[in-house]
């Protein structure tokens, strides 16, 4: 065991090949005391190190019930940031790249969201009014304020039923950051459009009037997944066109119009599942991230489906693919050396309101 760390200097100018074999060695040299969770938008040479795989909401239960000493995880900084709260505090979480963030999370940082909630005060009581619910892509720091606000966190794969909790326990939902999950949600519970608004964080009262606030059931903030609203409704006309029987199913990040042109919407997981159990000869057109949709086309081919990514520019997570076999060696063999690099560690105050809200997510999902 040595007391220095090993520098990632020293993994830089390491092929892809000589990685793995190392990541190899290194899961094999910790064995139980580490776990490494893969979110499904991972690229292969790295997800195919991770001990379990999933959506947003699978990951987090993982992470709740693991036992390991060490939680390595391989998606964005979000996620090792749950595993850090819903773990007990002797285990450690670890995120590869600490740039590896989520774009749409940071359009909703916690000054932003306290403004709001304080200007809604023009219109009425937030605290009596509002239920705040706020995505898993969000910073720790926004959990902690559902938490102590009487909020709840959700998930692409549970934001209905998050919905129907809210709306049970007071009139109105604040629900950061996608707007375009928060749409598609309010919607599928039957909210006509018009009684969402969206807030826009740079204008006073959010661009809204008192009136407007005060006629809506949800305000939506503006964030939106950079990678989804590539995704356009044109891209599923013409797909039809050539397939007329071909079946679309999308991401609930994708707009509005993309989710409602597609036949099925749901989660990362929501999404295998749906073409795992699909016939035989099918024909598919996918809207979410590169990686999972050619990775899907692999693993089906051999039973005869075919699945097609939405749009006609590769889109990629951008930050998800920091995490790289170069990063999970390094962090991997520091911990064999005994050393732990790129910990995520919410501070203990922050960890506990957000944790109220994630369980209060746990129990209604
Ligand atoms: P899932 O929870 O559906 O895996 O989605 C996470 C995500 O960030 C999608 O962009
Ligand atoms: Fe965030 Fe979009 Fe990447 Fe998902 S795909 S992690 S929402 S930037």
């Known amino acids: 065991m040595s007391n220095s760390t090993i520098p990632f200097a020293n993994y830089q100018s390491l092929s892809d090949e000589a990685c793995q074999a190392r990541i190899l060695a290194a899961k094999a040299s910790l064995g139980k005391r580490l776990v490494i969770l ?24 993982l992470a709740a019930n693991s036992e390991a000493d060490y939680i390595v995880f391989c998606g964005v900084h979000f996620m090792a940031e749950v595993a850090d ?42 605290d009596a009014v509002f239920t705040p619910v706020t995505y898993i892509n969000s910073a720790a720091d926004l959990k902690a304020f559902c938490g102590e606000h009487g909020g709840i966190v959700c998930t692409s794969s549970n934001a209905p039923k998050i919905l129907e909790w809210s709306f049970a326990q007071r009139e109105k939902v604040l629900f950061f950051p996608d707007q375009h999950l928060g749409r598609w949600s309010g919607y599928k519970m039957g909210i006509p459009l018009d009684e969402m608004v969206m807030w826009d964080w740079d204008l006073p009262l959010g661009g809204l009037t008192p009136e407007q606030i005060s006629k809506a059931r949800i305000i939506l903030w503006k964030g939106l997944c950079s990678v989804h609203q590539m995704f356009q409704p044109q891209h599923i006309q ?45 024909h598919w057109l996918v809207g979410t991230e590169f990686n999972l949709v050619n990775r899907l086309a692999e693993q089906f081919k051999d039973q005869g489906k075919t699945v097609q990514f939405m749009a006609s520019t590769v889109c990629m997570c951008s930050t ?35 944790r109220v809200a994630l369980q209060r997510m746990l129990d209604a999902s």
């Open 38 to 61: 893969g979110h499904h938008y991972q690229r292969s040479d790295v997800f195919q190190h991770a001990d379990f795989t999933g959506d947003s909401l699978k990951l987090s239960r």
């Open 85 to 126: 709260i819903l773990s007990r505090p002797e285990q450690i979480s670890i995120l590869p790249d600490l740039a590896a963030g989520c774009s749409m999370a940071d359009m909703a940082t916690l000054a932003r969201v306290e403004r709001a909630w304080r200007e809604l005060k023009a219109a009425c009581d937030p």
């Open 238 to 282: 013409r797909f039809r066109e050539a397939h007329p029987d071909g079946l679309v199913i999308s991401h609930p990040e994708c707009s509005f119009e993309v989710c409602r042109e597609s036949d099925f919407v749901g989660s990362t997981e929501y999404i295998i599942k749906t073409i795992a159990e699909a016939k035989p000869g099918t």
């Open 320 to 354: 998800m693919a920091r995490i790289d076999p170069q990063h999970l060696a390094w962090c991997l063999e520091n911990l064999v050396a005994g050393q732990v690099v790129n910990r995520i560690a919410v501070p203990p105050g922050e960890a506990a309101l957000a």
